[in-house]
T-cell receptor, first 115, second 115 residues
């Protein structure tokens, strides 16, 4: 149990376009989901925390108009990178907090390449 | 604020030998969880082991065990009988014991198992 999926796993887009990444908890309800960004050989950097039905809380330095997060249901959160630029190229990982809140379950990540 | 420190950016170990990865943390909380995650080249975050701070007994999962020293705020991971598949980035993480709380990650240790 406790599986989190992400779609797509890899996306290439042109500069100036928007890209949506989906994060789904497949077999549990996730009241809280987290979005991370990871550069090569570095740790995970928390971008934002989203709770179902409310606005996401962004970490300092993360542009909320650039990285739109929607947590519309207890099993789905989406991250939309708007007007993507090459510097947005990165690996994006989502995680979901389980019902007991004693751990997080991670998705497999999405590799974004902006040309 | 919580901080997690991993002072060993890179480590290597001979196959079948034992290796210990270090992690220290700083917090004023009394109830929390500590985790070790493995991130292989696929970049999927895999939970290796979890420790609840109120439990004095060190957690163990097959070849993986921890040395949890609460007073010293130390949480090291011991890998016994190292296998080639253990080659990965290892992240230490801290989470307050409350639903929906975020992880605080260390900077990671890149472990290479040498055949």
């Amino acid at each position: 149990g406790a599986v989190v999926s992400q779609h797509p796993s890899w996306v290439i887009c042109k500069s100036g376009t928007s890209v949506k990444i989906e994060c789904r908890s497949l077999d549990f309800q996730a009241t809280t989901m987290f979005w991370y960004r990871q550069f090569p050989k570095q740790s995970l950097m928390l971008m934002a925390t989203s709770n179902e039905g409310s606005k996401a809380t962004y970490e300092q330095g993360v542009e909320k108009d650039k990285f739109l997060i929607n947590h519309a249901s207890l099993t789905l959160s989406t991250l939309t990178v708007t007007s993507a630029h090459p510097e947005d190229s990165s690996f994006y990982i989502c995680s979901a907090s389980g019902p007991i809140g004693d751990t997080q379950y991670f998705g497999p990540g999405t590799r974004l390449t902006v040309l | 604020a919580q901080t997690v420190t991993q002072s060993q950016p890179e480590m290597s170990v001979q196959e079948a030998e034992t290796v210990t990865l270090s992690c220290t943390y700083d917090t004023s909380e009394n109830n929390y969880y500590l985790f070790w995650y493995k991130q292989p080249p696929s970049r999927q975050m895999i939970l290796v082991i979890r420790q609840e701070a109120y439990k004095q007994q060190n957690a163990t999962e097959n070849r993986f065990s921890v040395n949890f020293q609460k007073a010293a705020k130390s949480f090291s991971l011991k890998i016994s009988d190292s296998q080639l598949g253990d080659t990965a980035m290892y992240f230490c993480a801290f989470m307050k014991r409350r639903t929906g709380n975020q992880f605080y990650f260390g900077t990671g240790t890149s472990l290479t198992v040498i055949p």
